[in-house]
């Protein structure tokens, strides 16, 4: 099992670009999440989806777009990248309301000029 | 005020020291995570808890759910237990119980 898995690792836009942060997950999880990591800030939630078909809006969405393709893959959309945008951008799968663990990515590290 | 506190924010340790970090919590909740993320980035988790104490190798976590507090124990600490150590909540009604909130982490080292 890969677990879950994020692409790309690395990426720099300019301000107004866009850009889609793919997730998918092998482990026939209902729960998806993704969360923005700024220092000193602790992990902050974007958005999430509790099933196929379903989003919501977490802690802080603005800018932000996300689609639930199918049970496997969530993705994350920049519509018009900011400077405030610039994080290190998890995504996480778990099976809550099953045992609650949660599996994390790798890890996007976005840097907007 | 966070609903998640964390301390110490920072902590030296030299190897073999006893470690302990502590986790407050201001909700009521159904489950407590503990989470590890190391200098390159990745995060793994480490416990979760909703009563008593886990032990996994050097690694245990209690957790007081009258008082609201957590901790987690490292013995016989070595320096490659040097990471950020995350404390996270899910919360019980009438909080949003889809999502969990995290503490800012704990940064570790432990030197040689």
């Known amino acids: 099992n890969a677990g879950v898995t994020q692409t790309p690792k690395f990426q720099v836009l300019k301000t107004g670009q866009s850009m889609t942060l793919q997730c998918a997950q092998d482990?026939?999880?209902?729960?998806m999440y993704w969360y923005r990591q700024d220092p000193g800030m602790g992990l902050r939630l974007i958005y999430y989806?509790?099933?196929?078909?379903?989003?919501d809006k977490g802690e802080v969405p603005n800018g932000y777009n996300v689609s639930r393709l199918n049970k496997r893959e969530f993705s994350l959309r920049l519509e018009s990248a900011a400077p405030s945008q610039t994080s290190v951008y998890f995504c996480a799968s778990s099976t809550y309301p099953g045992t609650d663990t949660q599996y994390f990515g790798p890890g996007t590290r976005l840097t907007v000029l | 005020k966070n609903e998640v506190e964390q301390s110490p924010q920072n902590l030296t340790a030299q190897e073999g020291e006893f470690i302990t970090i502590n986790c407050s919590y201001s909700?009521?909740?159904?489950?407590l995570h503990w989470l590890q993320q190391h200098p390159g980035g990745g995060i793994v988790s480490l416990f979760m808890l909703s009563s008593g104490k886990k032990k996994h190798g050097r690694l245990i976590a209690t957790i007081n759910i009258q008082e609201k507090h957590s901790s987690l124990h490292i013995t016989a600490s070595h320096p490659r237990d040097s990471a950020v150590y995350i404390c996270?909540?899910?919360?019980?009604?009438?909080?949003?119980?889809?999502?969990?909130?995290f503490g800012t982490g704990t940064r570790l080292q432990v030197f040689p």
């Open positions: 989806s509790a099933s196929e078909g379903t989003t």
């Open positions: 996270a909540v899910r919360p019980k009604p009438p909080f949003n119980t889809d999502k969990l909130i």
């Open positions: 909700v009521g909740i159904s489950a």
């Open positions: 482990m026939n999880h209902n729960s």
